[in-house]
């Protein structure tokens, strides 16, 4: 199951990339925004990190006008490795190094099928683990120093 949500900057685009996912058989959460009234993204973003980080859900996505809002909301959450992702090499790198639980893409930056692409791709990889698990474990180690006031 993949949660998604978007504002109205990335509405099109979510309802895009929800048709998509659910063509290959994914089941969808969509949290919305549901029609082009103008909202806060940050309300948005953090439904889906909100839900991460609960252990709602293991993926999410987000779509902004361009992405950064959402990935600066996300980013806030424990335990959410959210990625701004552009193309299809930062879709695979964002799961194969980062192991992103969450993507995030641009509405305004991106076209359909582009997007649509870029989800398959993450879907599609393999966390490598090895070092790459190492610094994940260090990003783990900030999140918990953060918590406990220790900066
Ligand atoms: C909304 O106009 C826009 O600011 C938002 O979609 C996003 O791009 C923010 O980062």
């Known amino acids: 199951m993949i949660i998604i ?13 929800k048709q998509a996912l659910q063509d290959r058989g994914v089941e969808v959460r969509d949290l919305g925004t549901m029609n082009s009234d103008s909202v806060d993204y940050p309300d948005f973003g953090a439904k889906v990190a909100g839900a991460l980080a609960r252990g709602e859900a293991d993926r ?3 779509i902004c006008g361009t992405g950064i809002g959402m990935s600066i909301v996300a980013n806030k959450f424990p335990g959410v490795r959210a990625a701004l992702i552009s193309d299809e090499f930062t879709a695979q790198m964002s ?10 893409m641009g509405g305004r930056v991106l076209n359909s099928e582009q997007a649509c692409r870029m989800v398959n791709v ?16 260090k990003i783990a180690q900030i999140e918990e120093n953060v918590r406990a006031g220790r900066v």
Do not use: C, M, P, Y
């Open 5 to 17: 949500a978007s504002d109205h900057g990335g509405l099109e685009l979510k309802e895009t990339v």
């Open 60 to 62: 999410g996505i987000l």
């Open 95 to 104: 799961k194969e190094h980062n192991n992103a639980n969450v993507i995030v």
């Open 122 to 137: 993450w879907l599609d990889t393999s966390f490598e683990g090895g070092r790459h698990q190492k610094r994940l474990d």
